[in-house]
């Protein structure tokens, strides 16, 4: 403010009197007359916005009329980006974003001129895929409420008070049972005989662990045939493609399946949400979100034209919708197939960090470092009961000499490209992951990790915690070119549900490894 620099300039100029006046202490005062400068130059040319609930976009953004949204204080921001320093300063309270915010180029800060978003207090400020949504309850029966939406919904998860709820699933979720694949399971989870009792299946999913329990498999559930099988499709969620497993598995989304407290259905073609509560809960005064946005937050830029010097403090992201009938991206050479996205998700970046936020029951990852980033900084967070990944660091295959894909592809030796290094920079770097709680992973998919690195190369892992995950802690997916780096880091109950993995888990299989290595070795010995 004129006011603030105003008093710095005071105090500034007093120091320069006193140090003048006392020539002999003017060297050993030095740092501090250059450190008060520092200050007053940079508050000369910094900027704050503030944003609060009780706001208006219709206002000037001062600290005494803020906006409302972060969307209004990201286009003052980027009249002054890269000018300036600017800081918008987001008050406690929950924004519902309208849709995913996207920085830009535009929105770029630099090394001197950094743009920071920052909750005034650390997870005061929440930002939510979803929408609270006004009900007015009728008991259904077998204490099962039920309640008309909106038209047009279409809902992928219920919060009820903060906490995610269950769509109507067979058999029932048991939260004892923490290591059994999906909290229970059934052979008999979409047999004929079951299904004979669901009138519309349509909608609902199967959840399967892979043949050999190397993760799982997801299918929508297309309706039933004439002979009464339950019909679907999906299946591409794993590189291995072996087929589900015969005993582990689990349906939801079906409406006769509803007999669970916690559990919920949505009829979309009579706009009707059912529900059944814990026997204490006042349905009344309780508050319902739905789930909406995929993706929160995200960076679009480029290699040549990237998003800078941006970082985000102290939010917590909640509501971002599942995304595990789209996780179908094979991975180079190993089981797994991943899903392009996250509740933050990056994409040409550099100089961009994530710190002190909370990434609450998001549906499927919490941050996606996808292809060019150099610098992203993720530090202070807690990740916990993803659907999915807790950071993913996934490059470009087209970045890769000669990338193959399933298991059993090979390379001819006489013919690969022995070049060093990558193709093109299509891929992350030098990204950071510290400081940070990441637990509960895979709530959903049953493929996920800690922190995934796969087509990357310089990633460090540093002081973190992991654990309570249904597959690895720490996945490193190819050796495509390396360099990163793992230390002091605690990681453990990982594996929960799958098999033959670990916490630490690295694939390595480049572009030279072949699955018949002794016979082309022989083979070329015999050339």
Not at 466 to 495: K, M, P, Q
């Amino acid at each position: 403010s004129e006011e603030h620099t105003s008093e710095l300039q005071s105090r500034f100029e007093l120091v320069c009197r006193l140090l003048l006046e006392k020539q002999n202490m003017q060297k050993r005062f030095l740092p501090t007359l250059v450190c008060l400068l520092a200050i007053l130059v940079s508050s000369a040319q910094a900027a704050d916005i503030y944003v609060s609930p009780n706001g208006s976009d219709e206002n000037n953004g001062s600290a005494e009329t803020p906006v409302a949204s972060l969307a209004a204080a990201q286009q003052m921001a980027r009249g002054l980006a890269g000018k300036e320093a600017v800081t918008v300063h987001v008050a406690d309270g929950v924004y519902y974003l309208p849709e995913k915010l996207v920085f830009t180029p535009a929105d770029s800060g630099t090394e001197s001129s950094p743009v920071s978003y920052v909750a005034a207090n650390d997870g005061g400020a929440i930002l939510s895929g979803g929408s609270e949504i006004k009900l007015s309850w009728q008991p259904y029966k077998n204490g099962v409420f039920q309640a008309q939406t909106p038209a047009g919904l279409t809902i992928d998860q219920v919060f009820v008070d903060g906490t995610n709820q269950r769509m109507a699933r067979y058999p029932n979720y048991d939260r004892e049972k923490k290591a059994e694949p999906y909290q229970g399971y059934s052979a008999d989870a979409f047999s004929k005989e079951r299904a004979a009792g669901w009138e519309d299946p349509r909608g609902g999913f199967i959840h399967a662990l892979h043949k050999s329990r190397w993760g799982g498999y997801h299918y929508l559930i297309t309706g039933k045939d004439a002979d009464g099988e339950v019909t679907y499709e999906g299946g591409w969620q794993n590189n291995r493609k072996s087929g589900m497993h015969k005993e582990y598995r689990m349906v939801e989304n079906i409406f006769e399946e509803l007999d669970a407290e916690g559990e919920w259905y949505h009829n979309a073609d009579t706009n009707t949400l059912y529900y059944k509560p814990a026997g204490d809960l006042d349905l009344s005064e309780a508050k319902i979100e739905v789930v909406r946005l995929r993706h929160l937050i995200e960076f679009q830029g480029t290699m040549e034209e990237p998003v800078k010097h941006i970082t985000l403090k102290g939010f917590v992201l909640r509501h971002a919708a599942r995304t595990f009938m789209d996780t179908n991206e094979q991975l180079l050479r190993t089981d797994w197939a991943i899903y392009r996205g996250g509740a933050i998700m990056l994409t040409g970046t550099e100089d961009v960090a994530i710190t002190d936020c909370e990434f609450d029951q998001v549906g499927g990852n919490g941050v996606f470092v996808n292809n060019y980033n150099r610098r992203t900084h993720i530090k202070g967070c807690h990740i916990h009961d993803c659907g999915a990944s807790g950071v993913c660091f996934i490059g470009d295959p087209d970045a890769v000499r000669d990338p193959l894909f399933e298991y059993r592809e090979k390379n001819d030796l006489a013919e690969i490209d022995r070049t060093p290094g990558p193709k093109t920079q299509n891929f992350p770097s030098l990204g950071f992951v510290e400081d940070c709680l990441i637990h509960g992973i895979g709530r959903t998919e049953r493929q996920p990790a800690g922190v995934v690195i796969d087509m990357a190369s310089e990633i460090t892992i540093r002081d973190c915690s992991v654990y309570d995950c249904a597959r690895s802690g720490l996945n490193i997916g190819d050796g495509a070119w390396g360099g990163h780096l793992i230390e002091r880091c605690d990681v453990f109950d990982t594996v929960m549900e799958t098999h033959d993995h670990g916490s630490f888990n690295s694939w390595g299989r480049d572009r030279f490894w072949r699955s018949d290595h002794l016979t082309a070795t022989q083979a070329a010995v015999d050339a």
